[in-house]
């Protein structure tokens, strides 16, 4: 047996979906301001030296793990 649908009804205008809106735009502008201050990385180069680096740290563990322990 199935069941009927419920007749379709006008959506109702919710009275504080202005506020609410107006309320996020608030939030939206408030993020990008606080973001504006941050500083921005530039990754490509960052990444790079990085990687150089964690690298150059791994050799020089490994090289110290191959040496023998002296007695």
Do not use: I, N, Y
């Amino acid at each position: 047996m199935r069941r009927r649908r419920a007749p379709a009804t006008a959506p109702v205008e919710d009275p504080r979906a202005a506020e609410k809106l107006d309320e996020s735009r608030t939030v939206v502008e408030d993020r990008e301001e606080f973001e504006s201050g941050e500083t921005t990385v530039d990754t490509d180069v960052a990444v790079e030296d990085r990687r150089q680096a964690v690298h150059e740290r791994g050799k020089a563990a490994a090289e110290q793990m191959r040496r023998k322990p002296s007695k």
